[in-house]
Every structure is written in structure tokens, then in C-alpha cells.
């Protein structure tokens, strides 16, 4: 039996775990730099290498139990693995109290997830760490690209958008009045992070691709754009979104294969879980 992480078995099955993890090895759409399919092999490789124990909370967050819940491999066309996200997130939501998380694969991946946590919980904000602002109603014909990741949820629910620095012009008109932060404005404010937490609120679904992040620490994504966020100011942000807020579900996607890729995913494999010690301190019911 594979554990998330190498962890004992006893901390791995649905009953004693207060964590669900979903990968989705998908990448239909990507128009650029190909390999997000090999992502979350490449995340749960590296994180059989970390270290378990978590030094900023003093905590060891995998003893709350994470559940390898299954690989969605739906691949026969971009409709169908929205379908096949959506059917699967939302079966495991019917386990109360228990977070789900998903490891992509490209960003439409998390489509489908987004779709069925709002279904499940009211008042939802989406919070998105990412480059691109993915807002287009559909590209290269079909609502279920990349392009269009969080078009749907800013239609339905509260979205904000961290660390934005690439978007076509048509994208301006849907763009979410004030909870934009574009990266060269973080840049210049050293109060973002609060900025950022007056528009979180109620429950939450975190979505972060990891081009967020500027490339000299996570090189290998399908289009690294120069001027990203960096760890430390993220974990702070994440750790007070935790705080505030019901986390109620994460997603990381855009984790490429390519020569560089050890180090992206050593970071989406300490990311997410520094993820897991936040939900372990602030949501440890």
C-alpha cells in the first residue's frame, strides 16, 4: 500500500484521516510547456524525502492522517475529466470533516473540484495563487481549458487572485472588481498580505498553480513568469488565510517534468505540506 508522504499505514486510511488527497495526473490543454501529467508522481516522490516534522508550528501534521483517495486518469477529452474531478470531489465530500485537497496535473483540473466544493458550502471564497488570471469564458474551444481555470468560480463565488502578471485583454472585462493583487503592486506594498485577507472570508478553497511563485525558486511550470511571489510572504498569507477562515478544501497544480524539476517539486511538496500544519493548528477539531 502507497502512503502520501511514506507515512505509516495506521495514518493513511479514510477512517483516521482528517485529510483527502486526489491526484490528477492531466495535461490536454496546456499550450506551452508540456509535462503537469507527470506532476503529482513527481509531488509524492519528493515527499517521501522530506522531513516530517514541522518546525515553524512545532507540530507533525501527517499524525492527523492523509488518505491517498485515488488517481482520476479520465483523460478522453477536456469535458470529460471536469466530469470525472467534479463526480469524485464530490463523493468524498460526503466524509464530514474531513479536508480534500487535489494534486494536478494542469489548472483546469481544479474546475471540476471548485465546482462541487460550492455546491457543498455556502458563502465560498476561492483564493487563487497564480500568474495567469484564467478567465476566459472558453479557449481554443472548450470551457474546460486551462485558460478558463477559474472562470465558473468567478461567476459563483467570491474570487480573489494573488501574484497576477499575464492575462489578454479580453480577460479585463471579467476580471473581479478589487480583488485583484498583480504582482508588481505587491512589489511596491508591504501591507498586501492584510490587504489580501479583508477580501477572504467564510469558507475557502485555496487553488494555487505554481507559477505563482516567481521561477528562480519554481523553475519547472508549464509558463514561468519573471516577478513572482516568494515562500515566506506566501506562508505568511496562507498561514493567516488558515487562521481566519474555513479552510475547507486546497489544490496545487502546474507542477512540470523537465530536467529542473527537483526543485518544484521539493517546493509543492514542503507547500503543500505547510498547508497541512495551518489546517493541523487552526482547524484541529
Known amino acids: ?29 496546456s499550450t506551452w510547456g508540456k509535462g503537469a501529467d507527470k506532476g503529482p508522481e513527481l509531488f509524492l516522490d519528493a515527499s517521501e524525502n522530506m522531513e516530517l516534522y514541522d518546525i515553524e508550528t512545532g507540530t507533525e501534521p501527517f499524525l492527523d492522517g492523509v ?42 483540473v481544479s474546475i471540476g473540484s471548485i465546482r462541487a466544493v460550492g455546491e457543498k458550502f455556502e458563502n465560498l471564497t476561492v483564493l487563487q495563487l497564480d500568474a495567469h488570471t484564467d478567465l476566459r469564458p472558453e ?30 485583454a479580453e480577460e479585463a472585462q471579467y476580471l473581479p472588481e478589487g480583488r485583484v493583487f498583480f504582482a508588481h503592486e505587491i512589489a511596491n506594498n508591504d501591507n498586501w498580505v492584510n490587504d489580501v485577507l479583508e477580501k477572504v472570508s467564510g469558507n475557502v478553497y485555496i487553488t494555487i498553480d505554481l507559477d505563482a511563485f516567481d521561477p528562480s525558486i519554481a523553475p519547472s511550470t508549464g509558463t514561468p513568469e ?9 506562508l505568511e498569507l496562507l498561514r493567516k488565510v488558515f487562521e481566519k477562515c474555513n479552510v475547507v ?37
Open 139 to 168: 479557449f481554443h474551444g472548450s470551457t474546460s481549458n486551462h485558460a478558463c481555470a477559474v472562470f465558473e468560480a468567478n461567476q459563483k463565488h467570491n474570487l480573489v487572485q494573488v501574484g497576477i502578471r499575464s492575462m489578454d
Open 226 to 234: 519573471p516577478g513572482g511571489l516568494q515562500w515566506y510572504p506566501t
Open 67 to 108: 488518505f491517498l483517495a485515488g488517481e482520476i486518469s479520465e483523460n478522453s477529452s477536456p469535458e470529460a475529466m471536469t466530469e470525472a474531478v467534479y463526480q469524485k470531489t464530490k463523493e468524498l465530500l460526503n466524509n464530514e470533516g474531513k479536508v480534500f485537497t487535489l494534486f494536478g496535473g494542469e489548472h483546469s
Open 249 to 285: 478544501a486546497f489544490d496545487i497544480v502546474e507542477l512540470m517534468d523537465s530536467p529542473m524539476a527537483k526543485p518544484t517539486a521539493f517546493l509543492a511538496a514542503k507547500l503543500y505540506y505547510k498547508m497541512l500544519a495551518y489546517n493541523h493548528i487552526y482547524n484541529n477539531n
Open 1 to 29: 500500500m502507497r502512503t502520501y508522504a511514506g507515512i505509516p499505514e495506521e495514518n493513511a486510511t479514510l477512517e483516521n484521516s482528517k485529510v483527502m488527497l486526489v491526484t490528477v495526473p492531466y495535461d490536454g490543454t
